[in-house]
Nanobody, 122 residues
Framework: QVRLQEYGGGSVQAGGSLTLSCEAS?????????MGWFRQAPEKEREGVAIRDSDGSTTYADSVKGRFTISKDNAKNTLYLQMNSLKPEDTGMYYC???????????????WGQGTQVTVSS
């Protein structure tokens, strides 16, 4: 079984930074998976934030371009999301996901973590 566990959420003021991590276990962490970060605000649908394809290429939602960076450490089986210049609208539960098809649609991913809460105050 693949298991994903997120860490690093918390409460920060606008303009601050946080780094989220997602530790993977239960399988050999190779480059075949597409990995993504998603978030969900209260009463809103889950939305894609950043994606890292199996070839190492990355894409970002327009709302976070230039502020967020997705990266992966294969040796540690860990996916990261560095978040800078945080805004109140970045508030939400952040999830990491893994699947064989890269997409901002949630249906493309086979495995999900439990999420970590990020709260940004103005």
């Amino acid at each position: 079984q693949v298991r994903l566990q997120e860490y690093g959420g918390g409460s920060v003021q606008a303009g601050g930074s946080l780094t989220l991590s997602c530790e993977a276990s239960g399988y050999t962490y190779d480059d075949n998976y597409c990995m993504g970060w998603f978030r969900q605000a209260p009463e809103k649908e889950r939305e894609g934030v950043a994606i890292r394809d199996s070839d190492g290429s990355t894409t970002y939602a327009d709302s976070v371009k230039g502020r967020f960076t997705i990266s992966k450490d294969n040796a540690k089986n860990t996916l990261y999301l560095q978040m800078n210049s945080l805004k109140p609208e970045d508030t939400g539960m952040y999830y990491c996901a893994a699947g064989y098809r890269c997409s901002y649609g949630t249906n493309a991913y086979n495995y999900w973590g439990q999420g970590t809460q990020v709260t940004v105050s103005s």
